[in-house]
């Protein structure tokens, strides 16, 4: 109760002060494989729930002891500034409680324990409002060890999303187009061309994703997008992928496995595909899922490798840097998925230590200004298979938050011109 109380005081200071927490906060190292999971999906991935939907956030701490944690929930707008809305307007209950719901590792060399929130529980029996969300760790010191953020959406419109090649015959054959139909059906909507907001992401990368495109024009009940530039991406390539359900042997991606204080897995060595022609090679955009043999419960007894990556790609010696990255790591670039080059080797080499599973990812580059390239070492082809979500918000007259109220999902598979 005296730590409840305290993190309560700690939340209305920092309210208080117009604090606004607008970028996700990554884990330190020894917090791994924070995952969303609901009933649409055990994968980790981008968040994106109904209204009143179920969800357990999950993650493991690689520590000998049982650490205490806390969370927190906020609200937020459109564009990530935090809400006007108090708690009890969009909460029913209360959060800054701790978690409970924690179990030690089995049989494996990494010892962890495995914490799972589940929203709603007993203290936070439901979120009553549409819109974005951030969810804070924090420890019994009151510090944030990590945030991530997620979206509920309340289905009140139509979303048609549907993949062109690009328009611009200069990118024709490096992006995809998203083109988007918004159906109001019953709802009205008031000044809808400044009104409503949307966000297309490409393989639930929120850090890529384009922001506040308005409509071209509408027609009835129909708000249409349909530009030359404004809503492609660039299309970049197929995600590299490598398993290590079975610790023991070597399997997808994975040339031969070592046994140290935890098993180590050394992927094959592999070069840029700019270069190359496209081949399909289906992946999971981006995800990851957690799977092991010879398990009952894959969330305690999957034990952690040490995966060594290797590229062979001469050294960049114009101030930018290679970095590995998905959503195992919420497509965060640092310095735990920074390669470095191995000039007696000439590689860039890079070890990460992950919970067995099997894991898309991809090579990027940025560089000196802080500029990301996906398809610097991956190459960009049209015909690349990408998901695409588009989230709608809305805010009428008068009101004091932006709703999400419509949510729309397409694949690139069935691309066009």
């Known amino acids: 109760m005296i730590k409840n109380f305290y993190l309560s005081?700690?939340?209305?200071?920092i309210s208080a002060l117009g604090f606004s927490q607008t970028e996700e906060i990554n884990p330190p190292d020894y917090i791994k494989t924070?995952?969303?999971?609901?009933?649409?999906?055990?994968?980790?991935?981008l968040p994106i729930l109904r209204l009143g939907e179920s969800f357990n956030l999950e993650f493991d701490v690689l520590t000998t002891d049982e650490?205490?944690?806390?969370?927190?929930?906020?609200?937020?707008?459109?564009?990530?500034?935090?809400?006007?809305?108090?708690?009890?307007?969009f909460?029913?209950?209360?959060?800054?409680?701790?978690?409970?719901?924690?179990?030690?590792?089995?049989?494996a060399y990494q010892l962890y324990y495995h914490y799972d929130l589940q929203i709603p529980n007993e203290q936070t029996r439901a979120l009553t409002k549409s819109g974005n969300y951030i969810i804070s760790i924090y420890n019994e010191n009151q510090e944030v060890v990590f945030t991530r953020k997620f979206m509920m959406y309340k289905e009140q419109v139509g979303v048609g999303v549907s993949i062109k090649r690009s328009r611009d015959v200069k990118f024709i054959d490096r992006k995809q187009s998203v083109d988007i139909v918004i159906n109001s059906g019953a709802l009205i909507l008031n000044n809808p061309k400044e009104r409503i907001k949307t966000l297309?992401?490409?393989?639930?990368?929120?850090?890529?994703?384009?922001?506040?495109?308005?409509?071209?024009?509408?027609?009835?009940?129909?708000?249409?997008?349909?530009?030359?530039?404004?809503t492609a991406f660039w299309a970049s390539n197929e995600f590299r992928f490598f398993e290590t359900k079975d610790v023991r042997g070597a399997n997808v991606g994975v040339q031969f496995i070592d046994l140290k204080d935890i098993y180590n897995s050394y992927l094959f060595i592999e070069g840029p595909r700019a270069n190359r022609p496209y081949t399909y090679n289906p992946d999971i955009n981006g995800n990851f899922l957690i799977t092991a043999i010879d398990t009952d419960d894959v969330d305690i007894e999957a034990d952690y490798t040490n995966v060594h990556f290797a590229l062979q790609y001469p050294e960049l010696k114009d101030g930018s840097d290679i970095y590995i990255y998905g959503n195992f790591n919420n497509y965060a670039l640092t310095n735990e998925?920074?390669?470095?080059?191995?000039?007696?080797?000439?590689?860039?080499?890079?070890?990460?230590?992950?919970?067995?599973?099997?894991?898309?990812?991809?090579?990027?580059?940025?560089?000196?200004?802080?500029?990301?390239?996906?398809?610097?070492?991956?190459?960009?082809?049209?015909?690349?298979?990408?998901?695409?979500?588009?989230?709608?918000?809305?805010?009428?007259?008068?009101?004091?938050?932006?709703?999400?109220?419509?949510?729309?999902?397409?694949?690139?598979?069935?691309?066009?011109?």
Request: charged content about 20%; aromatic content about 16%; cysteine-free.
């Open 200 to 230: 297309i992401i490409q393989n639930n990368n929120l850090h890529t994703s384009i922001k506040n495109i308005k409509p071209q024009y509408t027609i009835g009940k129909e708000l249409i997008y349909k530009y030359v530039k404004e």
């Open 9 to 13: 005081l700690f939340a209305v200071l």
């Open 91 to 107: 909460m029913d209950g209360f959060d800054n409680y701790r978690i409970v719901n924690y179990q030690n590792s089995f049989n």
């Open 337 to 417: 998925n920074r390669l470095t080059f191995d000039k007696t080797e000439n590689l860039y080499q890079a070890i990460v230590k992950l919970k067995q599973g099997f894991y898309n990812y991809k090579y990027v580059v940025v560089d000196r200004n802080g500029q990301l390239d996906e398809g610097r070492i991956s190459g960009n082809f049209w015909q690349t298979e990408n998901n695409y979500k588009v989230l709608v918000y809305y805010r009428d007259l008068g009101a004091r938050f932006d709703e999400l109220i419509g949510y729309g999902e397409a694949n690139s598979v069935n691309i066009s011109n």
């Open 67 to 89: 650490p205490d944690f806390y969370y927190t929930i906020e609200h937020y707008n459109y564009d990530w500034t935090r809400s006007n809305l108090v708690k009890m307007e």
């Open 34 to 45: 924070v995952t969303f999971k609901s009933r649409t999906s055990s994968q980790g991935q």
